[in-house]
């Protein structure tokens, strides 16, 4: 099968540079939802994410192949998130305790209380948590849950040691499925206080 990011990035590197425009279409509302996740600013997550698509113009002619060009990209756009919350000074980035305390398997999101999993409003209430998320957290599960992406692509796009990426991800999952257990709760209380507002 055809590789649409090959067969766009060898037209660019012969002269049309045009067709830059197309690597932008098709990769940029992944990763603007993975630089918001990490800035939680929309402004600051579209000056970060267009200074991620400039560097990887310049870098393109030395892009191997060794991954996909997306995990290529996203790793750009991760460091480049990351230097803007260091200089905010978000020490919860970098300061977050990656070694210890894990074990057994990812918390999953199966064991929640009865509901529709596939309805429009469990997914907004997942989403809405994830954003809640610190960015430590938030980019790891966005990557890993919503891209779709596997621990070795997220090893590749962060920089991350494995171990590290698989216990944030842990702490992620974990902190996702209480949040949501907890809106869930609080959705399920104030429906039954309007039902009995509602009695005669």
Partial sequence: MANPDYETIQRILAGEKRAYAELIDRHKDRAMTLAL?????????????????????????????????????????????????????????????????VTGELPSLDKLPDTDYEGLEFRRIVQREIDRLPPVYASVLTLFLIQDLSYDEIVEATGLPLG??????????????????????????????????LKP
């Avoid at 892009?63 to 260091?86: D, G, M, P, Q």
């Fill in 37 to 101: 996740r990490m800035l939680k600013n929309r402004e600051d997550a579209e000056e970060a994410l267009q200074d991620a698509f400039v560097r990887a113009f310049n870098a393109l002619s030395r892009f191997e192949w060794k991954s996909s060009f997306f995990t290529w990209f996203y790793r750009i756009v991760y460091n480049v998130c990351a230097t803007v919350l260091s200089r905010r000074g978000d020490e919860s980035f970098s300061s977050v305790d990656d070694d210890e305390g």
């Fill in 164 to 197: 590290t990426v698989k216990v944030r991800l842990f702490r992620a999952r974990g902190m996702l499925r209480d949040a949501v257990i907890g809106a869930l709760d609080e959705g399920s209380q104030q429906s039954s206080q309007r039902k009995v507002a």
